[in-house]
T-cell receptor, first 114, second 118 residues
Framework: EPEVTQTPSHQVTQMGQEVILRCVPISNHLYFYWYRQILGQKVEFLVSFYNNEISEKSEIFDDQFSVERPDGSNFTLKIRSTKLEDSAMYFC????????????FGPGTRLTVT | AQTVTQSQPEMSVQEAETVTLSCTYDTSESDYYLFWYKQPPSRQMILVIRQEAYKQQNATENRFSVNFQKAAKSFSLKISDSQLGDAAMYFCAYRTENYGGSQGNLIFGKGTKLSVKP
């Protein structure tokens, strides 16, 4: 069964460093999402992406964040200058049909900022 | 803005028994989707069940079923014949149904931690 994959599974970085989290969505999916879950808290929407551009973003998704689909398979989330409060689990999700399709989640990347 | 509330931070059930997890939501929309996701210790988010708001019939998936009360804005999850593998965090989530506009990002509740006792 097709699945969303994410790399790395765990990333440790120092405050102020740039990180890139990678996702490979399900191959025939066209809509992509990033969510964040700070430890012990609820999952929060960051951004959605369709047709090579951002469709929606939350208040969390400020200028420190960016997303990109550099090729036909990868979908990346970049944090330019990490802060301690960026430590969280980051989930990528993809959907075949945006507003009505189910979102399939990847296993997540645990980001630890020291 | 839509909100999702899960009022039970933790629940416990005996193996083979039935447990119900509560979820309420607030929205002014008439068309939307509701979901229950399971998050085991591995922290992977796994879709358990979904409900379309326009459907009156409650969704079921094997041992999992929902009680969807649209007027009351309530969406509870019933797990029958609980198994040890059901132990996890359970998140209720809401999504707008919008064919032409919003891509329908999910709005999650804070979750309920379910323990299953052998």
């Amino acid at each position: 069964e097709p699945e969303v994959t994410q790399t790395p599974s765990h990333q440790v970085t120092q405050m102020g460093q740039e990180v890139i989290l990678r996702c490979v969505p399900i191959s025939n999916h066209l809509y992509f999402y990033w969510y964040r879950q700070i430890l012990g808290q609820k999952v929060e929407f960051l951004v959605s992406f369709y047709n090579n551009e951002i469709s929606e973003k939350s208040e969390i998704f400020d200028d420190q964040f960016s997303v990109e689909r550099p090729d036909g398979s990868n979908f990346t989330l970049k944090i330019r200058s990490t802060k301690l409060e960026d430590s969280a689990m980051y989930f990528c999700a993809s959907s075949e049909r945006g507003g009505v399709g189910e979102q399939y989640f990847g296993p997540g990347t645990r980001l630890t900022v020291t | 803005a839509q909100t999702v509330t899960q009022s039970q931070p933790e629940m416990s059930v005996q193996e083979a028994e039935t447990v119900t997890l509560s979820c309420t939501y607030d929205t002014s929309e008439s068309d939307y989707y509701l979901f229950w996701y399971k998050q085991p210790p591995s922290r992977q988010m796994i879709l358990v069940i979904r409900q379309e708001a326009y459907k009156q019939q409650n969704a079921t998936e094997n041992r999992f079923s929902v009680n969807f009360q649209k007027a009351a804005k309530s969406f509870s999850l019933k797990i029958s014949d609980s198994q040890l593998g059901d132990a996890a965090m359970y998140f209720c989530a809401y999504r707008t149904e919008n064919y032409g506009g919003s891509q329908g990002n999910l709005i999650f509740g804070k979750g309920t931690k379910l323990s299953v006792k052998p």
